[in-house]
């Protein structure tokens, strides 16, 4: 069986639980926070999560598990067999990841942990993500999903690093980032209604508290 190594509140790793549980495989959640220690490093090379194990050994970087899994498992398909209508797919949840979740991602000990962040790059981070949501505005079809008419990788990424994003747009510019983009928030309601997405929001939900704690510790 596969098992997944992470932990609820990570964005990342529920991109990869949800499409497991959207491919109707099944799996094992493994707890594991990472870090530098020797034990975990032989897990992740980078002390990160999320990381799928197989028969084989394991695998890091979501953007790998998620190709891996499309390729090596059966279940619902989470991306197109047609070359080009899959390089747009995963071109458009590169985009999100490079140019909304990332930026977003520097100024979250701010907008969520009530640490301080400098200005200079809370300046760096609203440029970017008003330069990588005209960008999703561009590229995405939201007819009704990210890239189509079904759910895919890109639609993963977007659920799980819009809301983070536009709650730092939010939090820290009082700007709303999905102003332009009815159909993009319309989107997240819908998928908000997906029972496995409602699955996945009640464990985050109830692992939230000792990831809290975790975090107040190391301050």
């Known amino acids: 069986m596969l098992k997944l190594y992470g932990f609820c509140v990570s964005n990342y790793y529920n991109m990869v639980k949800l499409a497991l549980l959207e491919k ?33 050994g394991f695998i890091n970087e979501t953007s790998v598990i998620l190709e891996y899994i499309e390729q090596s498992q059966d279940g619902t398909p989470l991306l197109p067999s047609d070359p080009f209508e899959r390089a747009q797919i995963l071109a458009l949840a590169k985009e999100i990841e490079l140019y909304i979740e990332l930026p977003g991602r520097a100024c979250y000990p701010e907008a969520f942990f009530g640490m301080t962040v400098p200005d200079a790059i809370k300046d760096k981070t609203k440029a970017e993500l008003l330069l990588g949501f005209a960008s999703l505005g561009r590229h995405g079809k939201f007819a009704p999903y990210v890239a189509g008419d079904s759910l895919s990788i890109a639609d993963l990424y977007f659920l799980y690093s819009v809301p983070l994003a536009c709650a730092v747009g939010k939090k820290l510019f009082d700007i709303d980032l999905l102003a332009e983009m009815p159909a993009a928030r319309a989107l997240l309601e819908r998928l908000e209604q997906n029972p496995n997405v409602q699955r996945i929001a009640a464990d985050r939900e109830a692992a939230m508290p000792a990831f809290m704690a975790m975090v107040a510790s190391r301050k």
């Open 24 to 56: 109707g495989l099944p799996f094992e959640e493994v707890p594991f926070y990472a870090g530098q220690s020797p034990e975990a490093l032989a897990i992740s090379p980078r002390g990160k999560v999320p990381v799928l194990r197989d028969e084989q």
